[in-house]
């Protein structure tokens, strides 16, 4: 049967990238959107788009029937599940089915086989694929679990049975740790997945994440599309991917190849899937050395590596096999050129702890030239909490693997977002850690160098001076002066016309004094300036690109002003500002009367009402923020004044949530 009309059950950057490659197909495309989404780039690119249902994906985006529904009305022959969502859901896959629709992946029985941990790896043994060592069988006891444990040896990872996302996951050291580490694992594994069913598993030294890419069609072929190396990882998530992995010895991709090609086939696999191992790298990469993990049975993330050094389209081979056509190469046909690598931009603070950001992206510009980026966004867009904070992948391609590292970096150099934060400048280092960039690699080297990795870059004097006259607005003609406003001013200092305003920076309030010059330039006077002044000169705006002069030197830089904000893109940094909007002088916790939010996000439940009484530590207001959920305690002893927020509410970093009365009663 032919495909004529794909919807896509997804948003963001993989929406975009499937409906890429269907117009390449000359395939119709549809899209599913969210309200929050009604003006995404993904809706804006398909031939047509539905409205599918409110933000919180699991009204929309999870939603099978409406889902279904705008497949029908549209007239499309094939749903494309992209990856998360709705696209490892047996249930799903049977429903577009039965609605006599292609589902554009496997088959809802081979999905099941994998869904779950311990099936999939008791499965796998039978098949003979090499499994972690480890305990997956029925009983869920803590004493019968500490035991294995201790049959297995310390250190043991335990693992939720339906985890995903590196959740329900934790490592434990000793026997002593074990039971507190099961029911912190147990918890997170219910509320996350309403599953607290956990294996244990030896904890591979030295482990490197090696992953093979598998493709098989409805006429039992299955080949595999050699590997990825996903090592570098934070709290169990990968951060960079790259093809091959660097050092592996052809014996191991051969066997590794053919272990994956045996658990595709042991489940009669169609289209794309993962099969990720764990690899003992304590002594070098041996073709003994590694383990069936899980299989994502469904395109990664990170497939786009995988593109560049096979020269193929993953998207269209996932396409042709739902359509019933045979894998266009076999084996002996496929081959590796080059090096590719990945990297993730999130809107995301690496300096605290990494903590989901949202934000309007102001400005946007992804670097051109020889270098992939599938975004999901353009210029204008927002980051919500409601879904994933993906900006873009960047991906590159190199003869070498140091080629495409170098690529990758001068390309995230080039990377320019403004409006959130980003881990772009953490991706940059962590391409020129010198670990990494010689490829000594292992899930824990981000741990390890963590510090570096995420430490504030210096900030350049000359750029805060700049930052400084900018939002002055006495900048030279051309220059966006939107915000003269919030200057306090002007005024004369020796008959030289000057303005005073404050910037924040880092989380610390600036004072800058801008005074034009009589003999032109400008003298810009803050504590944080090493002699206390600086002088620019030359000072020449052209839309975002500005040129000046500071001691001596010319330079040039990107400076952007938004919302409150000005955004310094400079030799390959960003460097942020706030511009104080006044209004808020409220305490910090920590003795004050005021409940903040620490982060942006949306409030989950409001557990006191005005009047009510509390106690330092007691929870206020529960948030959650992407993947993350936190509770906001009373910062001491008192009365709840009021609560500014209630259910399901969205507020920025830094909101006001709740105040308590002045002063402590007695109790
Ligand atoms: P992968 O295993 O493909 O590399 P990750 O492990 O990084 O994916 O992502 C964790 C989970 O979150 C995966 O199940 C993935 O499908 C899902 N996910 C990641 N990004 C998004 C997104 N933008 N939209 C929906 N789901 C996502
Ligand atoms: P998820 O479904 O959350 O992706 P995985 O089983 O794929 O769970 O494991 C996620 C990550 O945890 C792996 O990429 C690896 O870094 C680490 N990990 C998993 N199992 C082991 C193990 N047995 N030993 C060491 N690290 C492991
Ligand atoms: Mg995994």
Redo the contacts with the bound molecule.
């Keep these: 049967m032919t495909i004529t009309k794909i919807l896509i059950a997804n948003r963001g950057e993989i929406a975009c990238r499937v409906i890429r490659t269907a117009r390449k197909m000359g395939i119709a495309t549809v899209a599913v959107y969210s309200e929050a989404d009604a003006g995404a780039l993904h809706v804006e690119m398909a031939d047509e788009a539905v409205l599918i249902g409110p933000a919180q994906a699991s009204e929309s985006y999870l939603k099978a029937d409406a889902i279904l529904d705008a497949a029908t009305r549209t007239g499309a022959d094939a749903i494309h599940p992209g990856y998360g969502f709705l696209s490892e859901n047996p249930g799903f896959v049977a429903a577009v089915e039965k609605a006599g629709l292609k589902f554009i992946g496997p088959s809802a029985s081979a999905i099941r086989a994998m869904g779950l ?1 311990d099936a999939a790896k008791a499965l796998m043994e039978k098949a003979k694929v090499p499994v ?1 060592p480890g305990y997956h069988g029925e009983a869920q006891e803590l004493v019968v679990l500490a035991g294995k444990a201790n049959e297995i040896g310390f250190p043991v ?1 335990i ?1 939720a049975r339906a ?5 329900g ?1 934790r490592k434990v050291e000793t026997q002593a740790e074990f039971a507190a580490a099961l029911s912190s694992a147990r918890r997170e594994a219910k509320a996350a997945f309403g599953d607290d069913r956990v294996l244990v ?4 030294a030295t ?1 490197r ?1 090696i992953e093979i890419q598998v493709f098989g069609d409805h006429h039992g072929n299955v080949v595999h599309l050699f590997e990825r190396d ?1 090592s570098a ?1 934070r709290r ?1 998530q990968k951060v960079i991917e790259e093809a091959p992995a660097p050092g592996m010895p052809e014996d191991m991709r051969e066997a590794m190849g053919q272990a994956a090609v045996q658990a595709a086939k042991a489940i009669n696999y169609a289209g794309a899937g993962t099969v ?1 191992f ?1 690899v003992d790298a304590s002594d070098g990469l041996r073709a003994d050395r590694f383990w069936f ?2 299989m994502n049975t469904r395109l990664q993330v990170e497939h786009p590596v995988t593109e560049l050094i096979t020269g193929l389209d993953l998207v269209e081979w996932q396409i042709r096999v739902a359509a019933g056509e045979e894998l266009p190469l076999t084996q002996d046909q496929l081959s590796i050129n080059g090096h590719a690598v990945e990297a993730r931009i999130y809107a995301e603070d690496a300096a605290k702890g990494f903590l989901p950001a949202v934000g309007r992206l102001a400005h946007l510009e992804f670097p051109t030239g020889d270098i992939r980026v599938d975004a999901g966004v353009r210029a204008g867009d927002e980051i919500t909490p409601f879904y994933d904070p993906m900006i873009a992948k960047v991906i590159a391609h190199g003869r070498t693997r140091a080629e495409a590292l170098g690529k990758l970096a001068g390309a995230l150099g080039r990377t320019e977002v403004a409006g959130t934060v980003t881990n772009t400048a953490f991706l940059s280092r962590l391409c020129h850690d010198p670990d990494f960039a010689s490829a000594r690699l292992d ?1 824990g080297l981000i741990d390890r160098n963590l510090d570096s990795l995420t430490a504030k870059p210096p900030m350049p004097e000359a750029i805060m001076a700049l930052a400084a006259l900018a939002v002055s607005g006495m900048a030279p003609a051309g220059t966006a002066a939107d915000t003269v406003a919030s200057t306090i001013g002007p005024f004369e200092i020796w008959g030289t016309p000057a303005r005073r305003l404050t910037l924040e920076i880092g989380g610390e309030t600036e004072e800058f004094t801008v005074q034009r010059l009589e003999a032109g330039g400008w003298r810009i006077t803050a504590a944080a300036l090493g002699d206390g002044a600086i002088l620019l000169n030359d000072v020449a705006a052209r839309g975002h690109d500005w040129r000046f002069t500071a001691g001596g030197v010319s330079r040039r830089c990107r400076l952007i002003q938004s919302e409150g904000r000005v955004t310094v893109f400079y030799e390959g940094l960003t460097h942020d500002f706030v511009k104080p909007s006044g209004a808020q002088c409220g305490e910090q916790a920590g003795g004050g009367d005021q409940v903040h939010s620490a982060m942006p996000g949306i409030i989950k439940q409001v557990l006191v009402a005005p009047g009510q009484e509390v106690a330092a530590g007691d929870a206020m207001v529960i948030m959650e923020a992407m993947k993350m959920e936190m509770t906001l305690a009373a910062p001491r002893n008192g009365v709840v004044a009021d609560v500014l927020v209630s259910e399901g509410a969205q507020v920025s970093d830094g909101a006001v949530l709740a105040r308590l009365e002045a002063g402590v009663k007695a109790a």
Excluded: D, R, S
């Design positions: 941990k972690v990872l693992k985890g995903g996302g590196g959740k996951m598993e030896k904890y591979v482990p994440h996903c990882q169990h990720e764990i993990m899980e899930t």
